[in-house]
C-alpha cells in the first residue's frame, strides 16, 4: 500500500530535550510538508522541501529542524528552543505534478 | 497575505439536516480549493477540490462544494447528515501562479456534530 508513515502516533518529552518525528512515504512525490495542529488554530506550516537535499521554512520554523537526504524521508527535530511543543504534528507529501497532498496519520507530542 | 476563512468554528445539525459548512477566501485571483476531513487523532482527508472548470464539485461520502468567485466562497454541503459526518472539516487553499510551492494554507476548521 502506498502511503505516507508518521511514527510515532504518540510522543512525551521532558523539557530540555531534542526529540525526532519521522515521516516516510512510498509514493515517489517530491514535496513533503510538516504542519502543526492546534486546537482552534488550524494547521500552520513548519518547514517544507520541493526536492532531496533541499527544505525552506514556513510560518512557524523557530525552534524546529528539517533534513531532506531521500526522496522518502522528511523528520523533524523539536529542539529545546520551541518553547510550546505540544502539539499534534502532520506529515504531508505531494506530487509536483498534482495539487493534492496527502496526510500521514500524526504525532501527538506531549512535554512533560 | 492569502487567509481563509471558516464561518462557525461548530456546527451542530440533526441526523438527517442539510449539513453546510462555509469557507471564504482573501484573495483576488482565486487559489486552488480543498475542503478536508479529520477523526479525532487522525490525519487529514480529501474531501473534494476545485482546481479548474465545472464550479460544483462532488467529493467523497455525499459531500459536494460549488465555488463562487463573485462571493469569493467555497461552502461545503452536504443533503442528509449522517452521525458518521460528525469531524473537523478544514478548508483549505493553494495560491496559483508562478512559485507554487503547493503550501497549503488552512482555515481554523469547523467541527461538526450530528445528534441523533
Known amino acids: 500500500d502506498g502511503g505516507i508513515t508518521q511514527s510515532p502516533k504518540y510522543l512525551f518529552r521532558k523539557e530540555g530535550q531534542n526529540v525526532t518525528l519521522s515521516c516516510e512515504q512510498n509514493?515517489?512525490?517530491?514535496?513533503m510538508y510538516w504542519y502543526r495542529q492546534d486546537p482552534g488554530q488550524g494547521l500552520r506550516l513548519i518547514y517544507y522541501?520541493?526536492?532531496?537535499?533541499?527544505?525552506q521554512k514556513g510560518d512557524i520554523a523557530e525552534g524546529y529542524s528539517v533534513s531532506r537526504e531521500k526522496k522518502e524521508s522528511f523528520p523533524l527535530t523539536v529542539t529545546s528552543a520551541q518553547k510550546n511543543p505540544t502539539a499534534f504534528y502532520l506529515c504531508?507529501?505531494?506530487?509536483?505534478?498534482?495539487?493534492?497532498?496527502?496526510f500521514g496519520q500524526g504525532t501527538r507530542l506531549t512535554v512533560v | 497575505a492569502q487567509s481563509v476563512t471558516q464561518l462557525g468554528s461548530h456546527v451542530s445539525v440533526s441526523e438527517g439536516a442539510l449539513v453546510l459548512l462555509r469557507c471564504n477566501y482573501s484573495?483576488?485571483?482565486?487559489?486552488?480549493l480543498f475542503w478536508y476531513v479529520q477523526y479525532p487523532n487522525q490525519g487529514l482527508q480529501l474531501l473534494l477540490k476545485?482546481?479548474?472548470?465545472?464550479?460544483l464539485v462532488k467529493g467523497i461520502n455525499g459531500f459536494e462544494a460549488e465555488f463562487k468567485k463573485s462571493e469569493t466562497s467555497f461552502h461545503l454541503t452536504k443533503p442528509s447528515a449522517h452521525m458518521s459526518d460528525a469531524a473537523e472539516y478544514f478548508c483549505?487553499?493553494?495560491?496559483?501562479?508562478?512559485?507554487?510551492?503547493?503550501?497549503?494554507?488552512f482555515g481554523q476548521g469547523t467541527t461538526l456534530q450530528v445528534k441523533p
Open positions: 483549505a487553499v493553494i495560491p496559483r501562479g508562478s512559485g507554487n510551492t503547493g503550501k497549503l494554507i
Open positions: 509514493l515517489n512525490h517530491d514535496a
Open positions: 522541501s520541493q526536492i532531496v537535499n533541499d527544505f
Open positions: 504531508a507529501s505531494r506530487d509536483r505534478q498534482n495539487t493534492e497532498a496527502f
Open positions: 484573495s483576488s485571483v482565486p487559489p486552488y
Open positions: 476545485y482546481t479548474t472548470g465545472a464550479t
